[in-house]
């Protein structure tokens, strides 16, 4: 009778500490959830200051991700960013032989194609437009710093990388003849599908 009432007297005890094992485990659980979570998704980011005010890029509202293409010839990458009042940049670069880390300059015309950063301050086409290389300055080095590639995921490559170079005016017509990049830093997503090849 005795046992009886001892154990009676500790069930709240017993209860308190299931509750607890639970707690525990769930927040376990939680918690590793949460850090698989983390990991399939990596934060992009497109950013850079045009003549000391910062310019930042949002992936696209439509399909949640970054504009980035790659183009077997000529190895040419290149990332399409839109900031909120509809301005755009286009940073392209390639590696003759392949993408990998590295320096990448700005060319007038290598391999049939453009090479550097391209700025378009308006949302339409218009005569302010800006670039790293014109008929007047016809390469410019190192405009891209390509950081790093990380294709550990084969449906998702994390490309990071920096670039700061000059702008210079396109049109006669533009004002404006030069603005200096300064800080410009980029991380985004290359998901290869049967439009965009793996590399």
């Not at 003549?51 to 010839?73: M, T």
Request: charged share 25%; glycine share 4%; aromatic share 12%.
């Amino acid at each position: 009778m005795t046992n009886l009432k001892s154990f009676s007297k500790n069930i709240p005890l017993l209860l308190l500490l299931v509750a607890i094992v639970f707690s525990c485990n769930s927040n376990s659980s939680s918690t590793q959830a949460d850090k698989n979570k983390n990991a399939d998704t990596t934060e992009e980011y497109f950013s850079v200051k045009i003549d000391g005010v910062l310019w930042q890029a949002f992936p696209s509202k439509k399909f949640k991700r970054y504009n980035v293409s790659y183009k077997e010839i000529g190895h040419q990458f290149s990332i399409f960013a839109e900031a909120e009042d509809g301005s755009r940049m286009d940073l392209s670069f390639h590696s003759v032989n392949e993408l990998k880390p590295g320096n990448f300059p700005s060319t007038r015309n290598d391999n049939g194609m453009l090479s550097g950063v391209f700025y378009y301050p308006e949302a339409k086409s218009s005569d302010k437009e800006m670039a790293s290389t014109t008929f007047d300055y016809p390469i410019q080095e190192n405009t891209v710093q390509l950081i790093r590639i990380d294709k550990s995921n084969p449906k998702a490559y994390v490309i990071e990388g920096t670039f700061a170079p000059t702008l210079y005016a396109v049109y006669e017509t533009n004002t404006k003849r030069t603005s200096k990049l300064s800080e410009g830093k980029f991380k985004v997503i290359y998901e290869p599908d049967a439009m965009k090849p793996a590399f």
